[in-house]
Nanobody, 122 residues
Framework: QVQLVESGGGLVQAGDSLRLSCAAS????????AGWFRQAPGKEREFVAA????????YYADSVKGRSTISRDNAENTVYLQIDSLKPEDTAVYYC???????????????WGQGTQVTVSS
């Protein structure tokens, strides 16, 4: 019911900030909660942040809490993730996902984007 396309990744230096975008197609994106996940080489996909359909509920993983912001603009069908003070361990492919209700588990989401690469050099 919804297709997602991430953008905004790239090569940055430690300490920099990056803002990722997830463009969603569909007529009723506001009916979906959204989440950001990441997967580094050789590791399992892990939760980063999630936001309910109107932004009332927001969750962050401990690894990014305090230096990240998830937001959404339903009028533009877009979800954002900004990470400040980037660290080399933030290097991963970042995926956005959509679900009927907010969740922090990978297997709870029904729809996924293709991912965008974020590489943080030291």
């Amino acid at each position: 019911q919804v297709q997602l396309v991430e953008s905004g990744g790239g090569l940055v230096q430690a300490g920099d900030s990056l803002r990722l975008s997830c463009a969603a197609s569909g007529r009723t994106f506001s009916t979906y909660a959204a989440g950001w996940f990441r997967q580094a080489p050789g590791k399992e996909r892990e939760f980063v942040a999630a936001i309910s359909r109107f932004g009332v509920s927001i969750y962050y993983a401990d690894s990014v809490k305090g230096r990240s912001t998830i937001s959404r603009d339903n009028a533009e069908n877009t979800v954002y993730l900004q990470i400040d003070s980037l660290k080399p361990e933030d290097t991963a492919v970042y995926y956005c996902a959509a679900n009927g209700v907010i969740a922090t588990k990978t297997d709870a989401y029904h729809y996924w984007g293709q991912g965008t690469q974020v590489t943080v050099s030291s």
